[in-house]
Nanobody, 125 residues
Framework: QVQLVESGGGLVQAGGSLRLSCAAS????????MGWYRQAPGKQRESVAT???????NYADSVKGRFTISRDNAKNTVSLQMNSLKPEDTAVYYC???????????????????WGQGTQVTVSS
């Protein structure tokens, strides 16, 4: 069983900062790409930022220069530092990870796409 648990959402004024964290736990052999997605009311879920196991990052144009994604491979965690927040950043933020499950220390199981439960970020104007 693998799960992703997010923390760090909340209410902040425009121009403020928040840091989201996500921890993966369970029978994990390896984690490839991890990322953050968001879904605002009435809109489709969109990619915010992703990071590969090697540290290569990708950002949505709307957050470039304001958000920073990072990960700790030893702890199976990914974080999103969000600065200069805008009202349009208001959404439910979801952690995502591409995880190969572990059958044993040396035997890799199948790979699945996992999602966290989501954390609300609200930016007031």
């Amino acid at each position: 069983q693998v799960q992703l648990v997010e923390s760090g959402g909340g209410l902040v004024q425009a121009g403020g900062s928040l840091r989201l964290s996500c921890a993966a736990s369970g029978s994990i052999f390896s984690i490839d790409t991890m990322g953050w997605y968001r879904q605002a009311p009435g809109k489709q879920r969109e990619s915010v930022a992703t990071i590969t196991s090697g540290g290569r990052t990708n950002y949505a144009d709307s957050v470039k220069g304001r958000f920073t994604i990072s990960r700790d491979n030893a702890k199976n965690t990914v974080s999103l530092q969000m600065n200069s927040l805008k009202p349009e950043d208001t959404a439910v933020y979801y952690c995502n990870a591409d995880i190969s499950i572990r059958y044993s220390d040396t035997v890799r199981g199948p790979r699945f796409d996992y999602w966290g439960q989501g954390t609300q970020v609200t930016v007031s104007s």
